[in-house]
């Protein structure tokens, strides 16, 4: 089956510390695989995207990297901010059109 | 451009009750999704439309969730009786043609409360 594993948090940084939270996937043929954001009260943002292996996606200092020998798609940014405090989500589209979300991991910053 | 619109923002209501949630795509987007997510959890699909037709529907609970897209463009969700165990944000979502490399757009959501 299809399914998303994500890094459990809360996770609280110190404003410039580094990131990285673990997304691991189960999925059948070739995902696209996603970063989502959540800012409270609001609903899903796409943060970046990768379509097929080895691709990177970034935006906004954040990155991942598409891993189909590691079956991941971890986030990182080298110096985080408080605006980067948010809920974080990976999710992967099997070839089809149905999405997979993770449960999330909760970030803080702290200045 | 404008973002996927919903309403209302918040509502309470009590057990037993009926409830039903607007959502407004983005403009040309063919595929429309509805997601409920409970505190603490990632968005769970209840239904996909793609146009007026409904793609997947296998996680609605259909005893009490109903959802429709006339037009193939604006979509409601209603429940009807509501039970405690949905209290939740119900997220709507659309994208351009639903292909599995495409992000979805979501909207603020709506976020429930049974009492």
């Known amino acids: 089956g299809n399914s998303v594993t994500q890094m459990e948090g809360p996770v609280t940084l110190s404003e410039e510390a580094f990131l990285t939270i673990n997304c691991t996937y189960t999925?059948?043929?070739?995902?696209?695989l996603f970063w989502y954001v959540q800012y409270p009260g609001e609903g899903l943002q796409l943060l970046l995207k990768?379509?097929?292996?080895?691709d990177k996606g970034s935006n906004k200092g954040f990155e991942a990297t598409y891993r189909k020998e590691t079956t991941s798609f971890h986030l990182e940014k080298g110096s985080v901010q408080v605006s980067d405090s948010a809920v974080y989500f990976c999710?992967?589209?099997?070839?089809?059109?149905?999405?997979?979300f993770g449960t999330g991991t909760s970030l803080t910053v702290i200045p | 451009e404008a973002g996927v619109a919903q309403s209302p923002r918040y509502k309470i209501i009590e057990k037993r009750q009926s409830v039903a949630f607007w959502c407004n795509p983005i403009?040309?987007?063919?595929?429309l999704y509805w997601y409920q997510q409970i505190l603490g959890q990632g968005p769970k699909l209840l239904i996909q439309?793609?146009?007026?037709?409904?793609?997947?529907d296998s996680q609605l609970p259909k005893d009490r969730f109903s959802a429709e897209r006339l037009k193939g463009v604006d979509s409601t969700l209603k429940i009807q009786p509501a039970k405690l165990e949905d209290s939740a944000v119900y997220l709507c979502?659309?994208?351009?043609?639903?292909?599995?490399?495409?992000?979805?757009?979501f909207g603020d959501g709506t976020r429930l409360s049974i009492l």
């Open positions: 979502a659309s994208s351009q043609t639903g292909a599995g490399d495409q992000p979805q757009h």
């Open positions: 999925a059948t043929g070739y995902p696209s």
């Open positions: 990768a379509t097929k292996a080895d």
């Open positions: 999710a992967l589209s099997p070839t089809g059109n149905q999405f997979y």
């Open positions: 403009s040309g987007h063919a595929t």
């Open positions: 439309f793609q146009n007026n037709g409904v793609v997947d």
